[in-house]
Each structure stands twice: as C-alpha cells, then as structure tokens.
C-alpha cells in the first residue's frame, strides 16, 4: 500500500523559514518524481514544486520560486521542502503527491497524496 | 499561464447524471487530469488522460476531451460522490501543472 506521510508543518512568522518531510513507504521510492500541492484556507489546489525520480530537474510555482527549495533523498525515502522567507498568502496544507512518472515534465498525474501538513504564516 | 475554469457548483438529485465541466484553450489537445477531494480528506485522482480510470474508480467515473472542453461525468450519482473535483493539466509553455479552478457537487 502506498503511504505518504508529511510532517514538520506549523506556526512561522512572516520571513521565518520551515522545513515540511515527505515520508513514502510501499512503493520504489526512486521509480518516481515527487510534488509538493498546496491548499489555502477554503481555497483551490495550487501546484508548489516538483522533482523527478535522480533530482536533475526541479520545477517551482512563479508563488515560491525563489524563496522554496525541494529535495529528496532516496536512500531513506524522503522528500523535502525547505521554505524561507515565508508570507501570510504561504499559509495553506501542503500536500505531498507521487507522480505517476519519473521525470517532471509531461502529462502525468498526481496518482497518491498524503494527507497533508498544516503551515501557518503570522505574527 | 493557462488557465482552467470550471462552474463552481454542480447540483444533481440521486441517480441522475452529473457533468462538470473545465475549460481551457485547445485543452482537447492536452491530458487531462481529475480529482475528487471530499471534506477533511486528501484528493484521489478518479480519472486520468482525459478518460482513463484508476483502479478501484467506479465505472460511474467517466471523462471525455474535445475542442476547448473537458468533461468528468458521473452517472447514477450517489449520496457519497457528494465533493469537490478538480481538472489538472500540465501546461508545457510555462513548466508548470495548472488546476482547475473547482467545482463542488451538491447530492440533492
């Protein structure tokens, strides 16, 4: 069974930075590019970052580029989200999602999702 | 960047058909993507390349793509397909996967 479980969501205050895991289990972690979905409070899906499966191609939403950084580790399964320099507008669940392809251009899916980590940006 | 706009609510009594639409320039030249997100959940992708179905999906579950719109039908709706579902396409011009904009589906 696939499993994807985040952690390290949060209250930050606005220019403080947070680091949201990705934690998969029940799949070839590294047959897959990875992504990172977020949700604002009673608002639409909004695509945050993605990786392929050996890191060489990363993508970011106009929102975060810049100021987000993804990663992963395939040795412990892992995915990442270094977030800095965080705004109110980043306050939102973020979703992590496997992909239904290795690389992160294309027309692929988002096949599973985690249930998501809660950020929260004020003072 | 492409933009996908679906109608934010679709109301539909049980049994009946429910079809939400997502529109987008030429996107029936593009895959597209569907989800279901019920309250407090996660989203499931119920159909993916415009028409293809996920494992476990119901039959119920359909979708088809043409010209400037997509279309996810629900036939022989139930009181548990109440949600909202999003389109997703991937947008090659800017790099970036684009979804749509929502819609909820009220089981009347």
């Known amino acids: 069974e696939v499993q994807l479980v985040e952690s390290g969501g949060g209250l930050a205050q606005p220019g403080r930075s947070l680091r949201l895991s990705c934690e998969a289990s029940g799949f070839k972690f590294d047959d897959y590019a990875m992504h990172w979905v977020r949700q604002g409070p009673g608002k639409g899906l909004e695509w945050v970052s993605g990786?392929?499966?050996?890191?060489?191609?990363?993508g970011y939403g106009d929102s975060v580029r810049g100021r987000f950084t993804i990663s992963r580790d395939n040795a412990k399964n892992s995915l990442l989200l270094q977030m800095n320099s965080l705004r109110g507008e980043d306050t939102a669940l973020y979703f992590c999602a496997r992909s239904s392809a290795s690389t992160i251009r294309g027309f692929q899916s988002f096949e599973y999702w985690g249930q998501g980590a809660l950020v929260t940006v004020s003072s | 960047s492409y933009v996908l706009t679906q109608p934010p609510s679709v109301s539909v009594a049980p049994g009946k058909t429910a079809r939400i639409t997502c529109g987008g320039n030429n996107i029936g030249s593009i895959s597209v993507h569907w989800y279901q997100q019920k309250p407090g959940q996660a989203p499931v992708l119920v159909i993916y390349?415009?028409?293809d179905r996920p494992s476990g999906i119901p039959e119920r579950f359909s979708g088809s793509n043409s010209g400037d719109t997509a279309t996810l039908t629900i036939s022989r709706v139930e009181a548990g397909d109440a949600a909202d579902y999003y389109c997703q396409v991937w947008d090659s011009t800017s790099d970036h996967y684009v979804f749509g904009t929502g819609t909820e589906v009220t089981v009347l």
């Open positions: 990786i392929s499966w050996n890191s060489d191609r990363k």
């Open positions: 390349h415009d028409s």
